[in-house]
């Protein structure tokens, strides 16, 4: 949302204001509200993870509104709304405390901090891609002797995801240990692949077939210049 000149923010809390009085416009505002015991959580349109609606043509975040009409007095714009319950599509008027920018930045850093527990950590995040299972499988796989690229597209997630699940970045509540950058890839290294004969001999098959470089290198779960080295040996070994 575009950010409003101080007189039109005033105007637009004018405006607010008084339809905080309007019976009809509170009405339909708590009808778009889904209460619970904890929460009361916004069903109407969403702006990113937080509930908007629109006023006077105006786009408006639920939390905002439902702090103003409760309040019944103008919020600077300065101003954010701070969750106490750290959920953000919750209107429910005592879980919203206004506050600083400094403030809410404060309240995130506090609460990662203290209390870890109660922040969502990997399956659990909205976002998420892999699961605790498969991050502790990859690990294992990296520390065998695959690549996390071919494990990235093996199992259909970004290579910077799989990255960090495996070199422990994120999903650091895993038992299984990351893999350290130092030993992502010793069996991948050129001279030991080379001097590997199955790894050699696959290699040579899918070159044979019509495979390119990245091709073979992805299938066998190994560096390009390892899947070169295994490529040009035998041509190697002729002339030597």
């Not at 309007?22 to 889904?34: C, E, H, L």
């Not at 959920?87 to 206004?98: F, K, M, Q, S, Y």
């Not at 990997?122 to 065998?144: F, K």
């Not at 690549?147 to 038992?175: K, N, P």
């Amino acid at each position: 949302m575009a950010r409003l000149t101080p007189e039109a923010y005033e105007a637009l809390q004018g405006q607010l204001l008084n339809a905080a009085n309007d019976t009809q416009f509170v009405s339909r505002f708590w009808a778009r509200v889904q209460k619970s015991e904890n929460c009361w959580l916004w069903t109407g349109g969403k702006a990113g993870q937080y509930g908007q609606l629109t006023l006077q043509r105006r786009r408006l975040l639920a939390h905002r509104v439902s702090w103003v009409i409760t309040n019944r007095k103008v919020l600077p714009q300065v101003a954010v709304i701070r969750h106490r319950c750290d959920t953000p599509l919750c209107v429910r008027p005592d879980h919203l405390e206004a506050g600083s920018v400094a403030q809410n930045v404060r309240d995130v850093y506090e609460r990662r901090r203290r209390t870890p527990k109660t922040w969502p950590q990997g399956a659990g995040r909205p976002n998420a891609v892999l699961d605790d299972e498969t991050v502790a499988q990859m690990r294992r796989a990296v520390r065998s002797g695959r690549s996390i690229r071919s494990l990235a597209l093996e199992i259909g997630v970004d290579y910077t995801s799989a990255h960090r699940a495996v070199r422990g970045i994120g999903w650091t509540h895993v038992t299984e240990p990351p893999v350290p950058k130092a030993r992502i890839y010793p069996p991948h290294r050129a001279n030991f692949v080379r001097n590997n004969p199955d790894v050699v001999a696959q290699a040579r098959e899918l070159r044979d077939s019509g495979l390119n470089l990245r091709q073979i290198a992805d299938r066998l779960g190994i560096s390009r210049a390892a899947a070169f080295r295994c490529c040009r040996t035998e041509s190697n070994e002729r002339t030597s």
